[in-house]
C-alpha cells in the first residue's frame, strides 16, 4: 500500500467535472484508490463518493492505494491533482 497527503490547488475544489475527471484516471487501474478527507473515506472510482467529499481549493486529502498497479497509479492520480487538474479542466 503507498500513501500520501495532498493539497488541492485547483481553485474551484473537485466539482462534478474534475470529479469525472479524477474516476476517469482512477478507474485505469485495478489497484484498489481510496480518498481520505478528514474522518471520511471514499472509493476514489465512484463519482458521487468523490463529489460527496466536497473537496475544496486548499483542502488536504490523503490518497491510499493498494494493488500491483499501486505505484503507477500514484504517480498518475498525484500528477492529476498536483499539475494538470486545472490544464485539464480548462481553466
Known sequence: MVEAE???DYESGIHA???AL????ASKFSSRILIQKGDREIDAKSVM???SLNI??????ILKIDGYDEVEAMEAMT???KFDLNEMIGT
Open 17 to 19: 467535472r474534475p470529479a
Open 22 to 25: 479524477f474516476v476517469q484516471v
Open 49 to 51: 463518493g468523490v463529489m
Open 79 to 81: 500528477k492529476l491533482i
Open 6 to 8: 495532498l493539497i488541492v
Open 56 to 61: 475544496a481549493s486548499g483542502d488536504k486529502i
